[in-house]
């Protein structure tokens, strides 16, 4: 099993700039979520998603966009790049409340 | 509202020495307790989890972690060091109506020394 593949691993973006960072898990896991993580303020959730069509924000969700259309893949959306957004970007999956969650590698963004 | 805060942004230990990593929580529902490692370059593993039942949970790579309602605290051990236990370290909480949602603290870093 691949688990959580996230895709791209590094990317840069200018300042105003779209893109979408990819997650896909083969696990056939209901819950998925994008967090981001900034050296000493842990994981921060950006949203959150408990099955397919449903989704809800989460602690930092201003300047993204996500949406589910299927189980698999819960692709996160930068609408308009900033430089605040510079971060390290991870998406998760669980099989339901409070279980384990399983993480994928990250994916790197620049916003320069 | 649930938050978790683990004290201490760095820990520093010898080899074969003591870890204990500092994990506190607040929580208004029965929490369930995660700690996650995270390797350089890597996505976080999981170490361990508390949800209900026995109150010392055994995890992965000889660390332990004790839930203690009265304290508030799921604070990670292990009794001897080693290298490759350089790595920063997790603290979750999640619980009641949070569905999927962890919880984070800010994280600690350990680093062995030879």
């Known amino acids: 099993n691949a688990g959580v593949t996230q895709t791209p691993k590094f990317q840069v973006l200018k300042t105003g700039q779209s893109m979408t960072l990819q997650c896909a898990q083969d696990?056939?896991?209901?819950?998925m979520s994008w967090y981001r993580q900034d050296p000493g303020m842990g994981l921060r959730l950006i949203h959150y998603?408990?099955?397919?069509?449903?989704?809800d924000q989460g602690e930092v969700p201003n300047g993204y966009n996500v949406s589910r259309s299927t189980t698999e893949d819960f692709p996160l959306r930068l609408l308009s790049a900033a430089p605040s957004q510079t971060s390290v970007y991870f998406c998760a999956s669980s099989t339901g409340r409070n279980t384990e969650a399983f993480f994928g590698q990250g994916t790197r963004l620049t916003v320069v | 509202a649930q938050s978790v805060t683990q004290l201490g942004s760095h820990v520093s230990v010898s080899e074969g020495a003591l870890v204990l990593l500092r994990c506190n929580y607040s929580s208004s529902v029965p929490p369930y307790l995660f700690w996650y490692v995270q390797y350089p370059n890597q996505g976080l593993q999981l170490l361990l989890k508390?949800?209900?039942?026995?109150?010392l949970v055994k995890g992965i790579n000889g660390f332990e972690a004790e839930f203690k309602k009265s304290e508030t605290s799921f604070h990670l051990t292990k009794p001897s060091a080693h290298m490759s236990d350089a790595a920063e370290y997790f603290c979750?909480?999640?619980?009641?109506?949070?569905?999927?949602?962890?919880?984070f603290g800010q994280g600690t870093e350990l680093s062995v020394k030879p």
């Open positions: 998603s408990v099955g397919a069509g449903i989704t």
């Open positions: 979750a909480v999640s619980g009641g109506n949070q569905g999927g949602k962890l919880i």
């Open positions: 696990m056939n896991h209901e819950y």
């Open positions: 508390y949800t209900t039942g026995a109150t």
